[in-house]
């Protein structure tokens, strides 16, 4: 069951990944000045999530 959590949590983060990339293109598909910054803040607050999990989970 863990390995069905982990590939399950991947595929969330990926189709986050893929939506937020998505939501910053232009309407011919070319990305923005949002797409680098969209895509960083989305990661960086996801990792800060794991993070936090992790650090209440050790205790």
């Known amino acids: 069951m863990r ?17 937020q990339v998505a939501s910053s293109l232009t309407e ?7 797409t680098v ?3 960083e803040t989305l990661v960086r607050g996801l990792s800060a999530g794991v993070r936090s999990a992790r650090l209440v989970a050790a205790e």
């Not at 069905?4 to 595929?11: F, P, Q, T």
């Not at 011919?28 to 949002?34: L, N, P």
Request: charged share 10%; hydrophobic share 45%; glycine share 22%.
């Open 37 to 39: 910054p969209g895509v």
């Open 3 to 19: 390995a069905i959590g982990a590939s399950a949590d991947g595929v969330v983060v990926g189709t986050a990944i893929v939506n």
């Open 28 to 34: 011919d598909g070319k990305s923005t000045g949002a």
